[in-house]
């Protein structure tokens, strides 16, 4: 039996599939006649980004990092590891930075200083979720899924210690 409970469905599948259909479509729009690459971080955001995907109408690559600030706690710790990085060149490229959730900004706020570094042409940021309550640096989200409030989310790719990342909605863990 599971330690974790969970709580009532805050997002359906529909209503995510929904939002990714619409968010791809503003991609598609923003950048008309170039071609971008989304830059998915492991491994919460991999089943955002398949969504989003699927649906923009561009000339599209996709590729990968890892990275680590929580541990198995919900609590983040304000350091940002690098586990796996980029497989290609971004130089003079279109990024956009997928992520499961922006929660205190930190990751994000790295990740992408990280890129600029790397002299991109543009880089912008789509995240499924953010905390607005919890920030504690300023991000810049260009592509936004849901606001969600103070809780500890799970489903739809976001997890608790590996868990629940199959989920086909998005839910919260109750005391
Ligand atoms: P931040 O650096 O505090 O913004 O945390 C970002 C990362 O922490 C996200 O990419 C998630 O992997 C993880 N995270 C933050 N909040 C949650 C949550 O409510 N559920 C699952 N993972 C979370
Ligand atoms: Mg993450």
Known sequence: MS???????????EEIENRAIEIAERIS?????????????????????????????????????????????TKTSGVVKINKDLEGSIEDRNV??????VDTGVTLAYLV????????????VCSLLEKPSRRLVPVKIDYLGFEVGDEFIVGYGLDIAQ???????????VE
Do not use: C, H
């Not at 974790?4 to 359906?12: A, E, N, R, V």
């Not at 955002?48 to 198995?72: C, H, K, N, P, R």
């Open 96 to 101: 956009i930075i997928v992520e499961d959730i």
């Open 163 to 173: 868990k629940f990342r199959n989920l086909p909605y998005i839910t919260s863990l």
């Open 3 to 13: 330690e974790y409970k969970l709580g009532k469905i805050i997002f359906t599948k």
């Open 113 to 124: 200083e990280y890129f600029k570094a790397k002299n991109p042409k543009t880089v912008r």
């Open 29 to 73: 729009e923003d950048y008309k006649g170039e071609s971008v690459i989304l830059v998915g971080i492991l491994r919460g955001a991999v089943i955002w980004l398949t969504q989003v995907l699927q649906s923009i109408d561009l000339d599209v690559e996709i590729d990968f990092m890892a990275v680590s600030s929580y541990g198995d706690a």
